[in-house]
């Protein structure tokens, strides 16, 4: 894959992840509150964890199997959550769409703002068919944003992770690019953030 570029709405900018975000991601990653309803995130965060995160994202984007956005206040450089577009299969033309937000920036419309762009970039940078994501059933917030950006709620899939040794019910939602041409047309502003 070449140079990841960044995308821009009115209040954020979504950038490439540098070795510069390793405090930031292990300082909100830390919250328990974001580890709680986040399948791959443990808590405690691991000490070290973050540089071993964007190892592994750059190593990923370098094989064109993800791209991992920061997710910026525009005019604060002030880093909010982290956007991916992972698990990349060309031949199925489709990925996976995981994102978390820091608390402090929850509530703020951050997240839906941030999805619109990154939905444009995955059916026209990265010509893909269909994007897909997943969340726990009793965190419905994400899929608020998800059905707010045109995802389609597919089920439910019982007793999908086990988090705090619990096994967890995950949501399943997804877009066609078919679905987000036609939305796009009768609402363009899905488009931008």
């Not at 969340?135 to 995802?151: A, E, I, T, Y």
């Amino acid at each position: 894959m070449s140079a990841q570029f960044k995308l821009l709405t009115d209040r954020l900018i979504l950038r490439p992840l540098t070795r510069t975000d390793v405090s930031s991601i292990q300082a909100a990653a830390s919250v328990r509150q974001i580890a709680d309803t986040m399948i791959s995130i443990p808590h405690p965060y691991p000490d070290g964890e973050s540089e071993r995160y964007i190892a592994r994202q750059t190593a990923d984007f370098e094989a064109g199997h993800s791209v991992t956005f920061v997710i910026e206040q525009r005019f604060k450089n002030t880093f909010n959550g982290i956007i991916e577009v992972r698990d990349i299969e060309r031949e199925h033309s489709q990925a996976e769409l995981s994102f978390w937000l820091a608390v402090e920036s929850w509530g703020q419309g951050y997240m839906s703002e941030a999805l619109k762009p990154v939905l444009r970039f995955g059916f026209e940078q990265l010509e893909l068919n269909r994007l897909y994501a997943y969340h726990m059933v009793r965190n419905p917030s994400s899929g608020q944003v998800l059905r707010k950006n045109g995802l389609v709620y597919e089920g439910m899939l019982r007793q999908r992770v086990r988090k705090w040794e619990m096994f967890e019910d995950v949501a399943l939602w997804a877009i066609l690019r078919n679905d987000w041409c036609v939305a796009v047309a009768q609402k363009p502003e899905l488009a931008v953030g």
